[in-house]
């Protein structure tokens, strides 16, 4: 299935399409909010999507909630470390609003959090943490594709890779024997002043060495230098690995987005979690 498309949509920035069958509104940028609410539930009823969600300046959220909205979660802090975007949710089908998974989804979140005070790990023996470069899109792309049978965003086309890692996207990667075994990003809105902490993936035969949050705490370092105040990251509920990876790295749940995002070959529910830097 082609893969949803990044388009401008009356002042604003909005992903969509049938992969994952919403409309999502990634930036405001300087649309009518009011106007906005209305325009993009008429879009998604066109086009036969069964979510909307929009991440939406708090401030300009009275219009969407007037309009049936529901705010499914939130990131204090998101515009230079002052005000909050909440993700504020619109479902043209109830079938889609309903949370699979519910009890383990609780489940990973309670584990998470009991994990906080866990030590944190050191980089095993024979890897290295480095910071990913043009001439490892190759690479890159072949690790994502092994690891996600689909994904939000096409991580695994070299392209894709190389134009973000030149604009807005600061990549790692943990490297044994001469080889990317774990990867990462950092989506940097520097703007506002906030990052996405987003694409991990490692490899089957390497999991459970603490890669990604090692890879983390690489990326927040880097991202406080750069004068970034606000980290988050959208992870997939049902991972317990990546829920406890941001808890155990001191960050705080805010929300579950039900039944969000095409990730590893079906629509998945994810959950938010934020940290000031």
Not at 49 to 78: C, N, R
């Amino acid at each position: 299935m082609k893969d949803d498309s990044i388009e401008p949509y009356k002042g604003a920035i909005i992903q969509q399409g049938p992969k994952s069958n919403r409309v999502y509104l990634m930036k405001f940028g300087d649309a009518n909010p009011d106007e906005l609410a209305i325009s993009l539930k008429q879009f998604a009823e066109e086009r036969g999507y069964t979510k909307i969600v929009a991440k939406v300046p708090a401030s300009s959220a009275t219009g969407f909630l007037q309009q049936g909205y529901v705010k499914e979660a939130d990131i204090p802090g998101y515009y230079n470390g002052c005000e909050a975007v909440l993700f504020l949710c619109l479902y043209t089908d109830p079938e889609r609003q309903k949370l699979r998974n519910a009890d383990q989804i609780r489940h990973n979140i309670m584990l998470a959090e009991n994990m906080r005070d866990k030590p944190h790990p050191s980089l095993p023996e024979g890897f290295s943490l480095n910071v990913c470069r043009p001439e490892h899109t190759e690479a890159m792309s072949r690790l994502y594709k092994t690891v996600f049978p689909s994904y939000p965003f096409p991580i695994g086309d070299t392209a894709y890779i190389l134009k973000t890692m030149k604009t807005s996207v600061f990549y790692v990667g943990a490297v044994h024997n001469g080889m990317f075994v774990s990867l990462a990003s950092a989506e940097m809105d520097m703007e506002n002043a906030n990052v996405e902490m987003t694409d991990f993936a490692t490899l089957p035969e390497w999991r459970g060495r603490s890669l990604a949050i090692l890879l983390l705490e690489k990326m927040e370092h880097t991202m406080k230098n750069r004068g970034i105040k606000t980290a988050y990251t959208i992870a997939r509920a049902v991972s317990l690995g990546m829920n406890i990876t941001f808890a155990r790295a001191g960050y705080t749940f805010s929300g579950t987005l039900i039944n969000n995002t095409n990730i590893s070959g079906s629509i998945e529910s994810m959950n938010i979690w934020y940290k000031p830097l």
